[in-house]
Structures are given as structure tokens and as C-alpha cells.
């Protein structure tokens, strides 16, 4: 690439990643307010449209929940496609909260300040650069690149990607990949070493409702059979049960990995001195060894002297690939019979290989921005858009490079106040992915 492309393919990423922030795209769940993604996704379909590209505008559920599809045409016909997704939306931002108005994309100590400036419309903004580059230049991939924007991602996928994997199969006919968020970001080490997660796994998820149903009566009688205090023993003994540690594929190798970076023994059967030892690094660790089930909701009652008929509770519950039967039969025996336990919501855990051409491939084009890079693979506590594509049979990775300050906290900033991207880390980004799409 010319240098007078690379400068132009990273002021785009910049400019690109600012006109999206910009876009308020606040997912209120099934609310009126959510309304931005629609405009999102026509911004992005113009945005390549400029270029000669064809993309397609997706209206999900509602004219208001809307992705954006484009299939760009690789140079081996014979090559399976790669999907290259993201999701237009982001999460809530209390402007008062913050130091930078939280869509006003401001500039500032070499940061884009605003929401979803790392969570995603930095990785959006490096397709849509890369993808004008290539319309710019007549430059093409040797595979099909489906350029992808999904809505809904952080409501639950249910306008968004599970739809469309659902409803238009088609538009990823011929995908066996996908890269997509939450992985390729710099954590230092050492001046010289860098380690960069690659996401490869994903734990599953089951949000549950315990619904306790006995007999109602007056407070002031003696009451065995207390719907409340049924519902609160369960939630206690569930909120406080130790999980076995479970060390699955991907998450062995990131220890392995973590303990011959930092020069130390990482004994996973004590997961408090494993956090200890990693500090903030912990928060990539602690939720994979294990499922969990965090109690996050009660209702019960009307009246301080009523003991109600009914009392609810919901469990926000994760499952490591592998592990969901023994999730299902734990949380079972950890209630009484006399609460019925529903399913409210719930998803896959994924585990895509590791010891692939495609991740060797990422781990090269990392040392080449990056001579001190490390790839690593490794599993996030959450759930992303990538476990809508494996039900179609495709391997999903997080990839959306960034190179971070070392003192920067890069967890911390999803859905956190002040989310910012680095400016630099940006026009890395950009640069590896395009090394990545070009090489692949």
C-alpha cells in the first residue's frame, strides 16, 4: 500500500469512527426511544455505496431496527467467504456523568472521546475504511468479505443478528469465518511484549426467573410457609455457591500463556490468588474458569403486613462451553421444590478452534505492526453477535485490533463512563486489519 493510501485509510477510520459516535444509536430495548440503528445502517450502506459497492439495508422487526449487508467479491472464486460483522448499537450514556459529552465524538489528549468508542464503532468504522479503500483502489481480498452491521447486540440479539441468521440465511451463504468484536487489543506486559487477546470462546447464557408460589397471609400470624422467605433461602444459596473450576480448552491455553508472560505459577484451583496475582488483568480470567449465577432481581408483596402469595427472583446465569447440563442440575438442586424455575432468555457457548491457519494468520499480522505482540487466544463472560453466526456452522473470532497506552484500563471502558479509543490505536487497528483481510 502506498503511503498516501495508508494516511487516507487511517484519517477515514478516525473521521469514520467520529460520525458514527455522533450517530445516537442508544438501545433502549423495546422501546420508541431506539431509533438510531436505522439511521446508522443507512449512513454505513451510503458509505459504500460512494465506492461502487451494493449493499443492502436489512429491516429486521421494525422500521426502526434495521443492519446493513454488503457481499464484496474476493479473487478466488474457489475461497470460502469470511464474515465481517459489527453491531451499530451501544448501550445508555448519562451526559452529566461525564467529562466529554458522550456523542459528540470530541478529540482530545489523543483520544475519541464518546459512546461506543471501543465498544464498537471503532472496529465499524476500520471495516468501513478498509472496505473504501478497497473501493477506492480496486484492491480485492482473495476471499468473499460480507461486511456486515447488525442491530440489537446489546439488547439481546433478538433484532439484530438472531433474526437475520433466522429469517436471511442467505446473506452469508458460503461463510465458514467470521471476525467481530472483543479481541485483538493490546495488554503490556513489558516494553517489549504485548500480549493480544484473540477471542475464540464465549460463555453461554441463561437468565432465569424463581418463582416461589405459596399460601398468602397476615403478618402478624406465625407463617411457615412464607412465599419470601421460600424464594430468599434459594437466592442465598445460589448467589453463594462455589462452582467448580473448570479449565476448558481455550481458557488452559490463555493461563498457559498469562503464567509464561509473567514469569509465575497460576494455580487455577484458587481463583481468589489467580485474581490477586493478575490484578485487572483478573477481570479476562475470573468469570471463565467456572459458571455463575448472580441473583439480580426481587419482587414479592404489596403491603408490609400482607405475606403475599408470590414471590419472583431473576438469576443472571453463564455456562462454559460444555458445561450446561451441570449448570441446569446444580441450579435444580440448589431451590426447593416449591419454586418452579423459567427460562427468560438464553444462548449457545461457543468455542471455535485455535490451531488454525486463520488464527496463526492473525498472530503474524499483530508481530508485523507489533514486533513485541503475543496472540493469544481466549473466552469473554458475555455474549456477542458471533454466537448467532456459529448456528450457522461458521467459526468466530474476535479480532478488532487495537493497540492500547499501558496504563490504560481497557475493560473498564465498556459501557463505562468516559469510553475514549486512542487516536494511535485506532490507525493501528486499521492497519492490521486491512494486513489481516489482504493476507487471508
Not at 175 to 197: K, M, N, Q
Amino acid at each position: 500500500m502506498q503511503d498516501t493510501e495508508r494516511e487516507l485509510l487511517q484519517r477515514e477510520a478516525i473521521s469514520l469512527t467520529q460520525d458514527l459516535i455522533r450517530i445516537d444509536t442508544t438501545n433502549y430495548g423495546p422501546s420508541d426511544e431506539t431509533v438510531g440503528e436505522a439511521e446508522a445502517a443507512l449512513f454505513c450502506a451510503e458509505a459504500l455505496r460512494e465506492v461502487g459497492f451494493e449493499p443492502e439495508v436489512i429491516t429486521t422487526t421494525s422500521d426502526t431496527r434495521r443492519g446493513m449487508v454488503a457481499r464484496i467479491a474476493g479473487t478466488d472464486p474457489q475461497a470460502s467467504a469470511l464474515v465481517l460483522h459489527g453491531h451499530l448499537d451501544v448501550v445508555p450514556a448519562i451526559a452529566a456523568d461525564w467529562s466529554h459529552p458522550p456523542f459528540a465524538a470530541e478529540m482530545d489528549e489523543g483520544f475519541i472521546w464518546g459512546r461506543g468508542a471501543v465498544d464498537m464503532k471503532n472496529m465499524d468504522a476500520m471495516i468501513l475504511a478498509v472496505a473504501r479503500h478497497w473501493g477506492r483502489t480496486g484492491e480485492r481480498p482473495r476471499r468473499d468479505i460480507i461486511v456486515t452491521f447488525f442491530p440489537d447486540e446489546e439488547a439481546g440479539m433478538v433484532h439484530g443478528s438472531q433474526w437475520m441468521v433466522e429469517n436471511r440465511p442467505d446473506l452469508f451463504a458460503g461463510a465458514t469465518e467470521a471476525v467481530g468484536e472483543v479481541g485483538g487489543f493490546s495488554l503490556s506486559i513489558h516494553d517489549d511484549l504485548r500480549l493480544y487477546p484473540i477471542q475464540t470462546a464465549e460463555k453461554g447464557i441463561k437468565w432465569l426467573r424463581l418463582r416461589a408460589s405459596m399460601r398468602a397471609g397476615h403478618g402478624s400470624m406465625i407463617h411457615e410457609d412464607n412465599a419470601v422467605t421460600e424464594l430468599t433461602e434459594a437466592v442465598t444459596r445460589i448467589g453463594r455457591h462455589e462452582w467448580p473450576i473448570r479449565r476448558t480448552k481455550t481458557v488452559e491455553r490463555f493461563l498457559d500463556e498469562l503464567a509464561q508472560a509473567y514469569g509465575i505459577d497460576l494455580d487455577v484451583s484458587d481463583t481468589d490468588e489467580v485474581l490477586r496475582r493478575l490484578g485487572t488483568l483478573g477481570m479476562l480470567v475470573g468469570a471463565t474458569l467456572q459458571n455463575t449465577a448472580n441473583p439480580s432481581m426481587l419482587e414479592a408483596g404489596y403491603k408490609v403486613n400482607v405475606i403475599p402469595t408470590e414471590a419472583t427472583a431473576h438469576i443472571d446465569g453463564r455456562f462454559l462451553p460444555g458445561y450446561e447440563d451441570e449448570f441446569d442440575e446444580t441450579i435444580r438442586s440448589l431451590v426447593s421444590e416449591n419454586i418452579d424455575i423459567e427460562a427468560v432468555n438464553g444462548d449457545i457457548a461457543i468455542e471455535a478452534p485455535f490451531e488454525t491457519t486463520t488464527f496463526d494468520l492473525m498472530a503474524q499480522v499483530l508481530r508485523e505492526e507489533d514486533p513485541g505482540a503475543r496472540a493469544v487466544p481466549y473466552m469473554i463472560s458475555g455474549g456477542t453477535d458471533a454466537k448467532a453466526l456459529t448456528r450457522l456452522g461458521i467459526d468466530c473470532y474476535g479480532f478488532s485490533p487495537l493497540q492500547m497506552p499501558p496504563d490504560l484500563d481497557y475493560w473498564r471502558l465498556f459501557h463505562g463512563v468516559d469510553e475514549r479509543v486512542p487516536v494511535a490505536g485506532l490507525e493501528f487497528g486499521v492497519r492490521t486489519l486491512h494486513r489481516f483481510l489482504m493476507a487471508c
